[in-house]
């Protein structure tokens, strides 16, 4: 049976695009609404949710190896016109992924005490470091699950229900976190522990709303329960994309937490960077995730080209896409730039704070055009399988570069938190000229589904 079918178009991908830029904006007022009230808290609770934020970041990328090889499986599969064998992976992809969040949350629940938190100079992040880890492990299972069942419904193209799902969510993290956390609207008044405990309790919510929409769509049917034969068979090319994106993130992360180290470490006020540089990096964010959700597209339909294996499409469709990524950053960059200032005004109210993040934003501008050229040609290797070269370059970029250049010009050299974030823009731009290397030498090809010869042999 010929599975090949029409390549799609830019103008197709920016339209495809638009239910999930609604679905990455509703994840930006989640985090930006979590980091508006910490920032009415005071900075303190503002640096410790953003030391938090990067701890968080990384547990989830410990869970994650699963989820990244189901994601460009499923939707391989439906390129391939196999919807039985889509609908098992899902299956197993549920009992998978919350297992292993459970498992993760529950080590970090009770490794929290043995965290080296006494060293730091402020002490008053100590408590709040806490409160924020427990409320949030608590959450991961949930939010991971609910954050993996939304990439199914974008396999699939249903990209509706995901945004209905994040919508609820957001308006519930909205309501208690600003209720719990100042007071307001009647609700009883719980500072940072009304901010942390109702993002766990949106999560949850969450998760239970997508668990009934798969199962109401039919994707999730009877046929769906796959036996430990067909596990056998399937599962390996999971693992074997999956635990390279995660361990390739997972090390990145890790590398980005040595960075807030070595700032911690600076012999200046690092509460007030650290907290103007989550500010900040919220800020970019906003451009980022217009990005990401076109990254994310842009993986999902390359993932269906791949099942049909129509490498030519992809190679074309893949390139049309990153020229019209890159102009659409750079455009972004500079409206980022010019407002800057008054978007950093509005999210906090200490004058310090809002210098660091203006510091930061003057770097974060230049490093924003070769950020989406990463998240897109990312996008582009996750939906083939290729996750190893994602690994391969973030992992390099940031361990043989970013980390050992940032500490030896900004701790040895004492040139500060300048030749912190200089180093930061050099490993993007490094990391750009390879990606973009492996792209256009088409060393992707050989990750396909369809292309792995003991995948062939899986039934439906």
């Not at 938090?52 to 989820?67: D, E």
């Amino acid at each position: 049976m010929n599975t090949k079918r029409e390549t799609p178009t830019v103008k197709e991908l920016f339209y495809f695009s638009i239910p999930q830029l609604a679905l990455m904006l509703c994840h930006m007022c989640i985090s930006l609404t979590d980091l508006w009230v910490a920032g009415k808290l005071g900075e303190s609770v503002q640096a410790g949710l953003g030391i938090v934020s990067q701890i968080y970041m990384i547990i989830i990328l410990i869970v994650s190896f699963a989820g990244t090889g189901f994601s460009s499986t499923i939707a391989q599969s439906l390129g391939a016109q196999k919807p039985i064998r889509a609908s098992r992976y899902v299956f197993s992809m549920l009992y998978i992924c919350f297992s292993m969040g459970i498992f993760i949350a529950s080590m970090t629940i009770l490794g929290i005490f043995y965290l080296p938190l006494s060293h730091l100079e402020d002490s008053s992040l100590v408590p709040i470091i806490q409160t924020f880890i427990i409320a949030y492990a608590c959450n991961l299972p949930f939010y991971y699950l609910m954050i993996m069942i939304n990439g199914v419904f974008r396999a699939y193209k249903r990209t509706k229900i995901p945004c209905r799902t994040l919508f609820i969510v957001c308006t519930i993290n909205f309501v208690a976190s600003i209720g719990f956390g100042t007071g307001a609207f009647g609700f009883p008044n719980f500072s940072y522990h009304g901010v942390a405990w109702a993002t766990t309790l949106s999560g949850i919510i969450g998760c239970l709303y997508n668990i009934y929409e798969l199962w109401h769509s039919k994707i999730l049917t009877t046929k769906s329960i796959t036996s430990i034969r067909w596990n056998k068979k399937a599962l390996p090319y999971v693992f074997r994309i999956g635990i390279p994106a995660a361990l390739g993130s997972f090390i990145s992360q890790s590398g980005s937490m040595l960075i807030m180290l070595i700032i911690l470490s600076l012999p200046i006020n690092t509460s007030s960077i650290i907290a103007g540089m989550t500010l900040g990096v919220r800020v970019q964010s906003i451009i980022l995730f217009i990005i990401s959700a076109i990254a994310i597209s842009l993986g999902i339909l390359v993932g269906h080209l791949m099942g049909a294996r129509d490498y030519a499409g992809i190679y074309l469709f893949s390139k049309k896409s990153l020229y019209a990524i890159a102009l659409l950053s750079c455009f972004l960059s500079c409206i980022l730039y010019a407002v800057r200032y008054p978007i950093a005004q509005f999210m906090s109210e200490d004058a310090n704070v809002i210098f660091e993040a203006m510091y930061y934003l003057n770097f974060a501008c230049f490093m924003l055009p070769f950020m989406s050229i990463n998240a897109t040609l990312s996008g582009i290797f996750s939906g083939v399988g290729a996750n190893k070269l994602n690994a391969l370059v973030n992992v390099s970029s940031t361990w043989v570069f970013n980390v050992p250049c940032a500490y030896f010009f900004g701790v040895t050299l004492q040139y500060g938190i300048f030749a912190v974030y200089l180093t930061a823009l050099f490993s993007c731009i490094l990391s750009t000229c390879f990606l973009l290397l492996f792209f256009y030498k088409r060393t992707w090809q050989q990750f396909g589904l369809m292309a792995n010869p003991s995948s062939r042999k899986i039934s439906t």
